[in-house]
């Protein structure tokens, strides 16, 4: 039996699972794509980021995780008005199957069982215990004091736990060669509503042209990709050559008030499937610090799990206020159509 089994190996999960298993406890980090996984995500790592590898794992990042330009210089919003808003910080440009790799390999280097190509289909607490049904090479079910859920937007475990149906954004974005009159080292937000449904974007990636828009209706995809492409070709001369990849994902939607859930009993919640994301688009270092702060919180109070889910909210309130604050800011860049603050 283990004394926790986490489900996903993204940041949070990750960084969980490394801080209890370098204190001594019996730990499982289940993901369910073989690794390293990809994940669909602009792969930039801010200062706040860069600063928590720095911290939870004793390292920089490492250079075999990043692309070129290596070096990130902040964000640039436009708005609906066609005004900028630039942020400067300094920061990083990494492929996330890259960089969540090394996270697993570093949670594996302090003692924590890694296995990949294991799905959890679902957890029932009784006893004292979770059992955890998991889907892998063979179906079987693993036994632990508690389970820490980081498995993502999706959330397949919460939906069974919970009963509850997130809302989601679908993102669409495409790889490309060719040529725009823009810094690569910046990541570049649009916030107008003829563009998108959310927020559409651009950065580089290993001199391949990433473009991509965020929409809440499927069907309207190829719509709004089509007005952003000609937006970018008239307003910062984009020349497409050939495109090279074409994906979407799915994202949590992230409204006012930033609601985070912790988790039932023994089966914590952490990273994108508790509602930890900082709404300008960036949740590595919301599920770092959040599967840090869950890690915490079952070390100090194993044997109490109410205190531990309240010892977790506690330890986040700084985190979840960070988020709001990101949500006013970015709501009121784009306070003209109103629509960040539904």
């Known amino acids: 039996m283990y004394d926790v089994i986490v489900v996903g190996a993204g940041p949070a999960g990750c960084t969980a699972a490394k801080a209890l298993a370098e204190k001594g406890y019996n730990v499982l980090l289940v993901e369910k794509f073989k690794m390293p996984r990809y994940k669909s995500c602009s792969g930039i790592l801010i200062k706040k980021s860069v600063e928590l590898v720095k911290s939870y794992f004793g390292e920089d990042v490492p250079e075999s995780a990043m692309c070129t330009p290596t070096e990130n210089r902040g964000m640039i919003f436009t708005n609906d008005a066609g005004k900028e808003y630039r942020f400067q910080q300094e920061g990083l440009n990494v492929w996330r199957s890259h960089f969540d ?4 390999g570093k ?4 003692g924590a069982e890694v296995r990949d190509g294991v799905a959890a289909l679902s957890c029932t607490e009784k006893d004292g215990l979770v059992e955890v049904s998991l ?16 498995e993502g937007v999706v959330g397949t475990l919460k939906r069974k736990i919970t009963g509850e149906v997130p809302g989601y954004i679908t993102t669409y974005q495409t790889f490309n060669e060719g040529s725009i009159d823009l810094d690569p080292h910046y990541f570049y937000a649009y916030l107008q509503p003829v563009l998108s ?3 559409a974007w651009f950065n580089a990636k290993d001199d391949l042209l990433v473009l991509g828009v965020s929409v809440k209706d499927m069907d309207k995809i190829g719509h709004y990709y089509g007005r952003f492409i000609a937006y970018m070709e008239e307003k ?11 994906e979407k994902w799915l994202m ?7 609601r985070v859930d912790y988790g039932v009993g023994r089966i914590l919640f952490a990273g994108e499937v508790a ?20 890690a915490g919180a079952v070390m100090e109070h194993f044997d109490n ?3 531990v889910r309240e010892t977790y909210r506690q330890s986040t309130e700084n985190l979840k206020s960070y988020m709001q604050r990101q949500c006013s800011l970015v709501g009121g860049m784009a306070g003209t159509s109103g629509r960040w603050n539904k």
């Open 101 to 104: 790799g090394w996270l697993a």
């Open 107 to 110: 949670a594996k280097e302090n």
């Open 135 to 150: 889907h892998g090479e063979n179906n079987h079910t693993e036994k632990a004091r508690y389970v820490i859920d980081c």
């Open 197 to 199: 449904e959310y927020d």
């Open 236 to 246: 910062h001369h984009l020349r497409i050559s050939r495109q090279t990849k074409e």
């Open 252 to 258: 949590p939607h992230i409204r006012p008030g930033c």
């Open 275 to 294: 509602g930890f994301l900082n709404p300008m688009g960036e949740g590595i270092s919301a599920g770092m610090e959040s599967g840090y702060c869950v």
């Open 305 to 307: 799990p109410e205190t």
